[in-house]
């Protein structure tokens, strides 16, 4: 049988103009697409054959400048490299194409990124180091050193993962795994000098890694590879090698469950509520905690249940620990 | 069909704050006769924070989990999203990294123990869709749903990253269009409800660092689910769970709406379609309370 190689799609596509509307509204389109079609290829024959006042980014049509990136059925992709069968097969037949981030839509799929470029800045997205003015030779990095930016160089700051981050979404202040997985690429490279500086810099409360909500939607939508929550979970553990983990709930947090493992095996969970809140700070789960004591979901601390085998875990645990808080 | 026998990763929750999610499990597995042998001896996999403070500890421990299921030669189920992804991403990052597997193991010797990769770790919802079937499961319901809307709410560790999580399925999950808890819903003969927070974040892993950020991501998902005009939501995962049902007070407060809807664990809506009571599933646990059982 000879494969199907058109298929007809109805697109709702995103319009919106800040100069002369509220409220976006959408355009809806019914095309043939075939096989070969990437999502920009939908765009132009939108812009060129139906209405030319669609407006979108699109320049380098290689998946390499980063500007094509858009959602389509809230999937953040890059359209010159997103093939529409492969959207088809996953979605059906209806498609809609959505700007990154419609509240900061411009016009149509066109959106205001500066709080990305501006959160992206603030990590020192360059090497610092000591520049020789008249070197005789490279300045070499081992292949096991530059192993150890794994991919966090092939991002192409599209921001297709900043525009995802739910975090990013209800937290102006959180600079998102783009900004983080920059972080990590140029405090992770041997050469550079102000690693510690940048480390100081995503360890802040609020705006730091440690409110990411790990929802791994960065590392799934990537449309790079770069996995950025491998970065940032590669940025708490720099600030804890590094020695600059502040005392504050978070880190007690990433601790607590160590210190519960070690007693029991399993997590206390009371406890480890305790452990990261402090004496006071715990106090204002109390509320949430009598209600769930009072339906059997709180066990008190004398019927704390333990794994079998304990004393392999605390022997595990003694050898196999690499950092101290 | 032979019969379907694994080793139970339980995780921390199912032993403390949802009893309920133990007993449920305990119920279906032997109403669907699958025999489930409890790994004691497992630690917390650290729950998606003790690797941000010690990676090769948390690797250490989650291989240690891992050991015991192979000693019984048995694919691992997990009935935790997140212990799911702490103990598929040690499983991959060791079956892929020879060198990391050795000082792993190195550690492991310490202890009599050793990783060697052979045992399959599975979230007991894909193990009920690839191995037992939601054809047989459609046959087994005594007592169908369908007077109610179902918003299923997938959790995050169970879809995201799908290449990891796909290395296990026979039925492959697309993280923005997952369909295996629809299906389960329609198998035990509910009406599953479509909308936009099911295959979200709840905010759990960040309640303690992030509370507002954490409040509204909940907030969200519940208000999601009642304005698809959801009668209740269902979940794998017991730390959605956990947010979902304790903290709608807080989310409430942070989206500026009340939102509340009861929420069952997945095991708790095969249960109650096949037939079991509601002490058996344990839905007194429930601080929403489950109005309609």
Partial sequence: MEAITKQNVTFKVFRFNEETDYLPYYNTYTLEVTHEEVVLDILNRIKWDHDGSLSYRRSCRHGICG??????????????????????????????????????????????KKDFWDKHAVVKPFLTGDIDEAPTSEHLVSPHDAEKLLEADYCIQCGACHYSCPAVEINDQFMGPAAFASAYRFSADVRDTESEDR????????????????????AEVCPKEVNPIEKITKLHNM???????????????????????????????????RYSEGNIGVLKHVP?????????????PWNMPKSDKLDEIQKLIKSSSTVKF | MKELKYALFTGCTAKESTPEQMMSTLAVAKKLGIELIELTEASCCGASHLQDYDDFLSLVLNARNIAYAEKHGLTM???????QLNTAMTKHRLDHNADLKAKVNAKLAEVGLEYKGTSQVTHFLYAIIDDFGLDKIKEMVVKPLSQFNIAPFYGCHNIRPSELQNETHQNKENAYNPTSLDDLIIACGGV????????????????????????????NAVAGAMDANADWMVTPCPLCHLKLDTQTHHASVAIGRDVSLPVLHMQQMIGLALGCTASELGLKHHVTKVNFV
């Fill in chain 1, 239 to 273: 600030i804890f090698e590094a020695g600059i983990a502040k005392n504050n709930v978070a880190t007690r947090h990433a601790v607590g469950f160590a210190h519960s493992i070690a007693k029991h095996g399993l997590l206390d969970e009371g406890e480890l509520v």
């Fill in chain 2, 77 to 83: 189920v997990t009935i935790c999203n997140t212990c």
């Fill in chain 2, 192 to 219: 599953n409800v479509d909308y936009n927070e099911k295959n979200k974040c709840c905010g759990f892993h960040a309640e303690l660092q992030a509370p507002h950020t954490a409040a509204v991501l909940t907030g």
């Fill in chain 1, 288 to 300: 949430v905690a009598l209600k769930m004591f009072s339906k059997g979901k709180i066990v008190l």
């Fill in chain 1, 199 to 218: 480390l100081h810099l995503t360890n802040e409360e609020a705006s730091g890694v440690w409110d990411c909500v790990k929802c791994m939607e960065c």
């Fill in chain 1, 67 to 112: 500007v094509c990136s858009i959602k389509v059925n809230g999937k953040g992709i890059l359209a010159c490299k997103s093939r529409l069968f492969e959207l088809i097969e996953a979605f059906g037949n209806e498609l809609t194409i959505e700007p990154l981030s419609t509240k900061r839509a411009i016009k149509d799929l066109i959106i205001d």
